[in-house]
């Protein structure tokens, strides 16, 4: 896919494929790319050309049973009203789901519990501030237990220990791509690495690449595998 953002192309004729049950972070310069590039996936925004596929359905595919239940994306920003309390934004995001009302409560409740938030659940979330409104954000992308997590530089408000717990995404077979600026904060989330350099994608493979060659989860790290893997005129390609 291309796209190009006030004459510079953040995505150029980029072609990424990554497996099914993938944890997959990635890095660009400029750091918009990655942003765009889960953007576009999510359909908030449009390609120039190249087409989507995602949990083997095209973004065409909105009914509830479909793509708006399979993939779900969190911005850097939480995108909620600041008076709305979580209970609030879950309940709302179930009945966009389509879930009937003993479903709505069940996943609430579950999801109170996995993001701490049950003491808060009825609260205005301005009273609690940023993390509340991120671990509301994402527990709301997980109500319909999506098959691909699209998560933009996802909750940095959250403490560190406390953001890895919630970014250890359970299910073998759920995909899961994040941008972060900074590489070694997803350690232990991930196990592929991807770099995109001008919109292009110059390296796709396994976080164990970087241990065999004693790189760390860096953007120095990633960029050097990079350059070693063009160097040596290897496939760029993760495996797994």
Do not use: C, K
Request: positive net charge; without cysteine.
């Amino acid at each position: 896919m291309t796209r190009a953002v006030r004459g510079q192309r953040l995505l150029d004729r980029l072609r990424l494929v990554v497996g099914v049950g993938a944890r997959l972070l990635i890095v660009s310069q400029p750091e918009e790319s990655g942003s765009l590039l889960l953007r576009v996936l999510a359909g908030l925004s449009h390609a120039s050309s190249g087409s989507v596929l995602l949990a083997g359905v095209a973004r065409a595919d909105s009914s509830p049973a479909g793509w708006a239940r399979r993939v779900a994306y969190v911005g850097p920003q939480a995108g909620i009203y600041p008076w709305m309390s979580p209970r609030e934004v879950l309940e709302l995001a179930a009945r966009l789901a389509g879930f009937d009302a003993d479903q709505r409560r069940r996943r609430i409740e579950q999801a109170a519990d996995r993001y701490r938030i049950g003491l808060q659940l009825d609260e205005p979330i301005r009273r609690e501030g940023p993390s509340l409104a991120q671990r509301t954000a994402l527990a709301a992308a997980m109500l319909t237990d999506p098959e691909v997590l699209l998560l933009d530089d996802p909750l940095r408000a959250v403490e560190p220990t406390e953001r890895t717990r919630l970014l250890a995404i359970p299910g073998a077979r759920r995909t899961v791509l994040i941008a972060s600026p900074f590489p070694a904060s997803e350690a232990g989330i991930v196990n592929q690495v991807a770099l995109l350099r001008d919109g292009r994608l110059v390296v796709h493979a396994p976080v164990r690449e970087l241990d065999a060659r004693g790189l760390t989860l860096s953007q120095r790290g990633i960029e050097s595998l990079a350059d070693a893997l063009v160097a040596g005129n290897q496939p760029t390609a993760a495996s797994g």
